[in-house]
């Protein structure tokens, strides 16, 4: 796995808390979206889905581009690079 920078760690805590709220089995670049969304609208405001409610499971598998880019190289993270991903490029 690669290292994460706190912007990118802080961006994919996020997207996890959205997929669980919406009971996703598993995160994917859509959670990332609204993840950044809400960061944007409302920086530094903490994003907790009721847990006991959820389906999620609780390790939250994340989806198979996701995956690929968090264990493509062993350099950093950065959040841009999350964000590229959710633009398709």
């Not at 920078?5 to 709220?21: G, H, I, K, P």
């Not at 009971?23 to 950044?36: F, H, M, N």
């Not at 968090?70 to 959040?79: A, I, K, M, Q, R």
């Amino acid at each position: 796995m690669r290292r994460l920078s706190n912007d990118a760690r802080n961006l994919l805590s996020a997207a996890a808390a959205v997929a669980r709220f919406r009971g996703a089995q598993e995160c994917d670049t859509s959670d990332l979206k609204v993840a950044a969304l809400l960061i944007a609208l409302h920086p530094g405001v903490a994003l907790y889905a009721d847990a006991a409610a959820s389906t999620s499971p609780k390790q939250l598998p994340f989806a198979a581009d996701l995956e690929e880019l968090l264990t493509s190289s062993h350099d950093e993270l950065g959040v841009e690079a999350l964000r590229r991903l959710t633009q398709g490029l």
